[in-house]
């Protein structure tokens, strides 16, 4: 796939997230509630709301549609060329003349930014910052951030691992992807897709330790954002606390926290590309 091609597909993959973080967030806007006219006051909207949740799914559903249509009109006059989706360890190809592989591809490209959207918020809520900003992440993730730690940990792992194991029924149907030698194979290569979920955690807390470390030495204000980055990178920090990381008044555990997790995150990825090639095809 182009570079050009690349740029579209995320455009219109963060065009559809902002569609569904609208179709989370609507139940929460009290003008589309019923609610008496003593409690909304001039609140109340001017013309009746017609705007309803699954219309935005809908929308959603028709632009991949587009996208799809789109990328099968270019295949078919070029003939070779191909979408790639980047699963870390693997990275499937769909066809572009062939229109249920860009059809598959455009639902499941937006499906991966859904679920690295939705990964990265769960390891904000494990931190559980305070409100009102943690409200922005309580809200696309309803009544899983309510779950216990070691439930919302897993979580990514489990979701992740049986994404796999059903999409390689789809991707053997589509010709993508060779089928599994066997249940066992399909099992395994489910567990290093499953473990693999957890580098994206390296984006939220890479850019977490990095706004802590700015706020740090450079004063933006008492806005409830910064307040929210202090206490949660503290949280983060918290297992660095009893090393003595301060030199006078510069601490350098955000630092050193910032350097571990890309470590680690190119050390496990590493790793998982070496379990994923040993696997037999």
Do not use: C
Request: charged content about 15%.
């Amino acid at each position: 796939m182009s570079l050009s091609m690349g740029y579209v597909d995320f455009i219109l993959n963060l065009a559809g997230l902002l569609l569904w973080l609208n179709w989370r967030s609507i139940r929460f806007d009290p003008l589309t509630k019923r609610t008496p006219a003593t409690l909304l006051g001039t609140l109340r909207p001017a013309a009746p709301q017609k705007l309803r949740r699954w219309h935005l799914l809908l929308v959603i559903a028709g632009l991949l549609v587009l996208r799809a249509l789109f990328y099968w009109k270019i295949g078919t006059a070029t003939g070779d060329t191909t979408s790639y989706l980047n699963l870390g360890v693997t990275a499937p190809g769909f066809r572009h003349d062939i229109f249920w592989q860009i059809l598959a591809f455009s639902f499941l490209s937006f499906g991966l930014t859904l679920g690295i959207f939705y990964v990265g918020l769960l390891m904000l809520s494990v931190l559980k910052g305070p409100d009102p900003v943690h409200r922005l992440v309580k809200i696309p993730l309803g009544r899983v951030d309510g779950w216990p730690r070691w439930a919302k940990i897993i979580l990514p792992f489990f979701a992740t691992a049986l994404f796999w194991w059903l999409a390689t029924w789809l991707f053997s149907w589509l010709q993508i992807l060779p089928p599994p030698v066997s249940m066992a194979h399909r099992f395994e290569q489910s567990l290093v897709i499953g473990l693999g979920s957890y580098l994206v955690w390296k984006f939220p807390l890479g850019a977490l330790l990095v706004l802590h470390i700015l706020a740090s030495y450079i004063y933006f204000g008492k806005h409830p954002f910064w307040n929210y980055v202090k206490l949660t990178a503290q949280e983060l920090l918290r297992p660095l606390k009893k090393i003595p990381l301060r030199l006078g008044k510069v601490d350098f555990a955000p630092v050193l926290a910032l350097a571990l997790i890309f470590l680690a995150a190119e050390l496990a990825e590493r790793g998982l590309n070496f379990l994923y090639l040993r696997l037999p095809f």
